[in-house]
């Protein structure tokens, strides 16, 4: 048990059991998944691609990092709901606005997407995920998301799946 | 030596050490933490709890992996200090304010709690953290937080650990 | 194939391979990095550092992970391009301003670093990189960054690289 902290404060709980030993060999896969979005900006729910790349790795025990390749690009994990993604697209443009395009240095180079790299911080490049008995392993909500902020071209996000 | 970049710039030295093979077979060990926090939003220091699990797992090379489960919450790595907890907490309600709640589509679902999920990624879903010598390999100040942002009801959170 | 979601869409194709087992023991590598960045902010490009350190390792198929061990540094992957980095400065600035030092209650504990604290949660404290056939698995233009905003002072960074 640890004491609460902070503001806010709750009682840990730990749900125990026994450390695994592994006398196979170690796995991975490694898969690029290419992505074509046709706006500037989109979310796409990659999850089951995922899940199906688990399943094709044999690793039962391990992780999975999934990551963009691309710098104006995000993966993440949140709920599947138009409501939310919507939300996301307006804050993210609050925080990071496009216009005016002039204002960012970046965009001296030719370019009008320095927006998009900003945004790409706030939403993360990479997640990595717990691989438990040959599954992806989460909450009852998590799905990945691939985050496009300068779309409109082909891209790639990669998927490393380490274990046993 | 690499040359230094950008605005600013410091000279980097590598504290330089043999690669390790390993000869024994790979290890795992999985938890859940589950947390009930009282209020809306909180922190809890979970830190003695993660190095209680590295050092049940018997881990002495891996890395250990702590994400939330839910997607209203963050596991984030930073310093246990009440003034600097007070500061988060205002500083993310200003970045993703809680009102108004109609401000957000996703609360249209009947939720309030959207703001939870743009915070959220402020702070983020994971951190990974390197296993060396069967120790969290950690600088003088890290310590490992939950990070609740719609509490007052049970969540958990994923602990893995993988190695050697 | 998934289907797309939210506000864009974006077809998903998957470059396929064929699962790798492998059959030596499992290798890790841990090195330090020492940083003095002269001014309180500053980026740093450490990519050519970290592949020297996967060359060393050994690791054909694995992960590396790179995080700041100081809680006013953040671990980064974007574009070496120096209208960008000082898009990042003015626009972390804004999101997190250094002035008034006052506002913020961690710095009563007689620091005036509560700014750095909060930038680093937007840039991150680490990254997890593929390592495939021995290498960074980098798409073009992805470049790792050490981020000081609390510098002129000693600070490390480790990378820690598992795998085969």
């Not at 796995?27 to 074509?36: A, D, I, N």
Request: with cysteine; proline share 4%; aromatic share 10%.
């Amino acid at each position: 048990m640890e004491p609460s902290q902070g503001f806010g404060s709750g009682a840990i709980r730990v749900a125990s059991h026994a450390p695994v030993s592994f006398h196979s060999d170690m796995k991975s896969l490694t898969e690029y998944l290419w992505f074509e979005v046709p706006n500037r900006r989109g979310f796409v729910n990659i999850t089951r691609t995922v899940e199906e790349l688990v399943r094709k790795s044999g690793v039962t025990e391990g992780i999975c990092l999934v990551n963009a390749m691309h710098i104006t690009a995000a993966v993440f994990i949140n709920d599947q709901e138009d409501g939310l993604l919507h939300d996301y697209e307006v804050w993210l443009e609050k925080l990071a606005p496009h216009e005016p395009v002039a204002a960012y240095h970046h965009n001296r180079t030719g370019e009008d997407n320095a927006d998009a790299h900003l945004k790409r911080q706030i939403m993360g490049r990479e997640v990595v995920v717990a691989i438990t008995k040959g599954k992806l392993d989460f909450g009852p909500w998590e799905k990945i998301f691939y985050g496009e902020f300068d779309g409109r071209r082909r891209k790639r996000v990669l998927v490393k799946i380490i274990g046993e």
